[in-house]
């Protein structure tokens, strides 16, 4: 009787290689900087590279589990909200007389409850859709924020804590050793565990990892959770590097965090996506909006031109992904 061999690796191929989102991402963003050494002859530097990061990669923290949330295929909108928040209570609470270190303990744990809550009723109300859920929790995290502090600012804070925004080690920014540090751990997590391969097991069908015994309820309230502590973190750097806070900081967070998910290869439909692609278009959305500062373009337009990329991002993604291709992406 002969012999069968089951092959459980697809075979390399070069053409597949070479064709992968993330290359066209990096190409994308070698046209950014190449558009941005135009503006400013001083562009390509080191320093350039080092500390231009620092003005966008507090958002950043937030993409790593947005992807989760969104390779599930679910989503959260309220995590720019549970930022103002949780900085408010930091910043009110330590002029109050709390410790700054316990202030800071008292952020995450607000971020954290926030994320659990969204994840909580996403469990027992099954029938409520995730956009409706956070939409109505992003309205009362922050409306929650405005009847602490008003419109008013908070401040004050300890010299040290501008560390966390501005400080560097070794001649790196501290917050992007941070970044590097949580790419390395949520890309372990998301490619090389189980629970990686559970959350796109449940983007791509629910039902059935529910019947292959899957416990999806508690990843989704993991997933939640940990969306929420990763609210606190943004919310630790963006306001060391402020200085101060308001119950209006990070607006538009969500739209940019996502849009970065999304142009970085991550379907919105739930169970494709690598980490690799977000990581690309975090930089590629932060140096162009860089580059398009240097010359005075309106906040406004930049969002005009992210929203444009994101658009084309999405068509090119849908040409490419066939239903043949979606397993192996």
Known sequence: MAEMKIHTKQKW?????????????????????????????????????????????????????????????????????????SSVIMAVSYNSGLSMPLAIVLCFIVSTVCGFFNGLILVKFKELPAVIVTL??????RGIAYIILGDQASGKFPAWFSFFGWGSIGGIPFILLCFIVCAIIFAIVLHKTSF????????????????????????????FTLTGFMAGVTSIFLTSRMGSTRPNVALGYEMEVIAMVVLGGVSTSGGIGRIGGPILA????????????????????????????????VLALKV??????????
């Not at 109505?136 to 995290?141: A, D, E, K, L």
């Not at 097991?201 to 416990?215: D, E, K, L, P, R």
């Open 196 to 223: 990686g391969r559970k959350l796109y097991g449940m983007g791509n069908n629910i039902t059935a990892c529910v019947y292959s015994g899957v416990n999806t309820d508690q990843i989704i309230l993991i997933v």
């Open 320 to 329: 490419r992904i066939s239903p043949k291709r979606k397993k192996s992406v």
């Open 13 to 85: 191929n070069w053409r597949d290689f070479f064709f992968q989102w993330e290359w066209f991402l990096v190409l994308i963003f070698i046209v950014v900087n190449i558009f941005n050494s135009f503006l400013s002859p001083y562009y390509f530097s080191f320093s350039t590279f080092i500390n231009t990061p620092t003005t966008f990669l507090d958002k950043a923290f937030l993409v790593f589990p947005m992807m989760f949330i969104l390779i599930l295929g679910s989503i959260d909108i309220s995590v720019a909200s549970t930022v103002a928040l």
């Open 282 to 313: 975090i930089f590629i959305i932060g140096f162009l909006s860089y580059g398009l500062g240097l010359i005075n373009i309106p906040a406004q337009v930049v969002l005009i031109v992210i929203g444009l990329l994101l658009i084309l991002s």
């Open 136 to 141: 109505s929790t992003q309205i009362i995290y």
